[in-house]
Every structure is written in C-alpha cells, then in structure tokens.
C-alpha cells in the first residue's frame, strides 16, 4: 500500500493544474480541510482522513502514463461465451476516461466514515466500477425509492440495507445513483487481519481505490467533441421526494448550493410569516418536485443569466 501511495503521490503532482485543484477531503470533520495532496500523501504522513481527486485531463500525459504503470484492469474485465457475445460488450459497454481516485487512512483502532451517506450525480445508462488498488474497504448501501420502484416493476426483492466488504484486488460495481452509499475503511487492528491475507504491510492501514464511468449502451463523447470536466460535488440534497412548495430550511443562510439560472435550481428563498408567533422568516422553498438524492440549489436572483 506505501508503494501505491508513493504512485498516487506521483500521480497527482504530474497532473494538470485543474485536476490538482479536485482534490477534495471527504470526512472534514476528521482530516483539516487545508490538507493538501502533497501533506496527507507524504510517505512519513500518519493523519487519518480519506481523500480523493480526479485524474482527466491527459494533456501531459498523466491519464496515460497512471493506466500503463499502475492500472491493472483499465476497463471493466468481462468474459465472452462466444463471439457474439464478445462483440455486444465491444457495442455495448464503454468505460469513460476519467479516474475517480480514493484514498484513505486510518491508524485509529475503530472504523472511520468517509463522506456521509450520499447518491451521486451520474446520468448515464449504467454506473461504475470499482477497483481496489490496496487495503480494505466497507461499502454500506441501500435502494433509492426510484431503484426499488424499477426493481418492484421486475419483482425483484431487495433489503432495506446491504453491507460488502472490498479487498486488495477486488472489483465492486454499482449505480452510485440509484443507490444511498457510504464507505469505511476498518480501525487498525481490523485491518492487519485483512493485510495479513492479501500479504499487505500489517501497519501501513492504506485504502487506495479508483472508480470509472461505465456505460452499458455504447454511448461515449462524440468525436471532436470535449468531454465536461467532472468533479466533486458537496452541498445539502434530498434524502426523499420532495414535493413542489415544500418548505426545506428557514435558516438566514444555509449550506445549500446556489445558481442565477432557473433552468439550474430547484428551490428559492421567501420570507414566510410563522403562524403560532407571528414572526417573519426566510425559508428555503422548493418551486419544482425534488427528486430524491438531488441537491438542493437556490435562484439567487430574479435576474436570471439566458442560456
């Protein structure tokens, strides 16, 4: 796992400016939010936390060079009965260029939580793959109501929760939008067991993955065409349907993302009287149904930017 973390280390100083700037620390309120890449990656490092940044722009060759020397399964490994079936999946499933890398450390002898329970923002038909370069990781998941109607369709029985645990060399896919997921790398003690399988070093307590975009209908950026650039996303979203007209917070100013294009967001500020005191308050108020694990994004003005 030092060896990888050495890699990763190297990965992110190659990279372009603009995939420096993802790195994104994922539980704040264990790890300085000030950590930087070269800080929390150092090979003398101890601080727990858990990190990650995206590796995109291959303008200097840092995609390429991280795929040839550190990547062993750049796609997602499918086997084919026959080559009929190999040639769908070459029709069908096209892995997305950027990687989406993690990496955790935990020295403590209790479990540490990435980033709270979250969906994600991915619109595609299809989901990622995971694959965990070194150390252990949890996942913890369970169904959105969108996910669990669609299973219902297909009477398809799912818990309310499942819980899986990923080691060094495993490949763990999922649709991070359909399903509520947090991760937790195991306390020390925990750890050392697993290392001790996957004849890891017992004391390093590194938990180094990447993910990558898979879609399942052969669809991939047109030729020419730039991809977006993708990053980190944080800010207050809805754990349930909400409906049009709901009031979601009456704080003066809350931890909500904001845009000045109503094509962009999903709620604004008014001042609402409350009816048992009759005092005056702002309150955040949905102007459209919010679809679960969508996050919130207040209009800032009546002065809408035209697209």
């Known amino acids: 796992a030092l060896a990888f973390q050495k890699s990763i280390l190297h990965t992110i100083h190659s990279a372009t400016l603009k995939d420096q700037e993802s790195w994104t620390i994922e539980n704040n309120d264990i790890l300085d939010a000030s950590t930087s890449a070269s800080d929390f990656l150092s090979p003398t490092a ?24 550190y990547v ?23 892995i997305a260029n950027p990687y989406w890398l993690f990496v955790g450390r935990n020295n403590n002898a209790h479990e540490m ?6 969906t994600d923002d991915i619109y595609h038909n299809g989901g990622t793959f995971h694959y965990q370069l070194a150390g252990v990781k949890t996942w913890y998941i369970r169904p959105t109501e969108e996910l669990r ?10 818990k309310n929760a499942y819980v899986h645990t ?3 060399g495993d490949i763990f896919v999922i649709n991070t939008r359909l399903w509520w997921h947090q991760t937790e790398i195991p306390g020390a003690k ?3 067991n697993a290392n001790t399988n996957t004849g890891g070093n017992q004391n390093d307590n590194l938990s180094i993955s990447y993910a990558r975009d898979i879609h399942l209908d052969g669809t991939q950026p047109a030729e020419g ?18 409906a049009k ?10 931890p909500i993302n904001r845009t000045t294009v109503r094509a962009d967001a999903n709620c604004e500020m008014f001042v609402v009287e409350d009816t048992e005191e009759g005092e005056k308050q702002l309150a955040v108020v949905a102007f459209r149904d919010i679809k679960e694990g969508e996050f919130y994004t207040i209009l800032e003005s009546k002065h809408e930017e035209q697209d």
């Open 245 to 254: 007209g709901t009031v979601l917070l009456t704080e003066v100013d809350p």
């Open 72 to 94: 062993r399964h750049p796609s997602l490994p499918l086997s084919a009965h026959d080559e009929a079936q190999k040639q769908q999946i070459i029709d069908t499933v096209c």
């Open 46 to 69: 101890k601080q727990n936390g858990y990190c990650s940044f995206v590796l995109q722009d291959d303008s200097n060759k840092a995609v390429s060079n991280f795929t040839e020397q």
């Open 166 to 168: 990923v080691e060094e």
């Open 113 to 118: 939580k990435g980033r709270n329970e979250h």
């Open 190 to 192: 925990e750890n050392a």
């Open 225 to 242: 065409v730039k991809p977006q650039h993708m990053n980190s996303k944080d800010g207050a979203w809805a754990t349930a349907f909400i």
């Open 149 to 158: 109607e669609m299973c219902d369709e297909r009477d398809i029985a799912l």
